[in-house]
């Protein structure tokens, strides 16, 4: 199984093959779990002080937002699943 990384921008990566989900953070659903997340200590805040525009959950059950939209996301995560069937 290869690591493929996927830049969530600012530099930051994080593997895709731990990927859940990606959503918008606007629903009160995935308010409680940034908020849920925060409490447990597993919530990487990735926006560098700028509004979080993706919410990235993980396997793992950590939560990175991202300042990116979460198309933007997807399009890297399709793209780096498309280079490696490629190579």
């Known amino acids: ?9 600012f530099g930051n990566i994080v593997s895709a093959n731990r990927i859940i ?3 918008s953070p606007e629903s009160a659903p995935i308010k409680r779990i940034i ?3 925060r409490e447990r200590g597993q919530l990487v805040d990735a ?12 396997d793992s059950s ?3 937002l991202s300042a990116i939209q979460p198309e933007t996301i ?4 399709v793209g780096s699943k ?4 490629n190579n």
Not at 1 to 9: K, P, S
């Open 1 to 9: 199984m290869d690591i493929q990384l996927i830049n969530i921008g």
């Open 21 to 23: 989900s990606i959503v």
């Open 35 to 37: 908020t849920d997340a």
């Open 47 to 58: 926006t560098y002080g700028r509004r979080t525009r993706a919410v990235i959950i993980t």
């Open 62 to 64: 950590h939560v990175v």
């Open 74 to 77: 997807a399009h890297r995560f």
């Open 82 to 85: 498309e280079s490696s069937v």
